[in-house]
């Protein structure tokens, strides 16, 4: 190989280099290395998202059970015939399976 040579292959090493940098760069790899390498801040950093995605489930079933207990209290309110019975069967349920009124 002559040095010609060698100098164009170093120069497309090189630029494949920087070009690997940069993409690494925008994936969030160099982030990720560095959260890699401080396992004390990956743990926080997991624990935190932990807890916010707890606290984002626990909203979001309180919100659900609302409204689904609003759509229940409208459907009662209009004492439709099969619904009406239906929701009192899973309340006699209910009351039966906890022992209440017995």
Avoid: C
Avoid at 11 to 34: F, N, T
């Amino acid at each position: 190989m002559s040095n010609e040579q060698e100098q164009e292959s170093l120069s497309r090493i090189e630029s494949k280099l920087e070009q690997m940098s940069k993409d690494m760069y925008a994936a969030g790899m160099v982030e990720y290395i560095e959260m890699v390498n401080n396992p004390r801040r990956f743990y926080w950093r997991n624990f935190v998202m932990g807890i916010a995605r707890g606290f984002g489930m626990a909203i979001g079933f309180t919100i659900i059970a609302a409204v689904i207990i609003y759509v229940m209290r409208q459907v009662m309110a209009l004492n439709i015939p099969l619904i009406g019975d239906f929701i009192a069967d899973i309340t006699e349920i209910v009351i039966n399976q906890l022992g209440i009124y017995r």
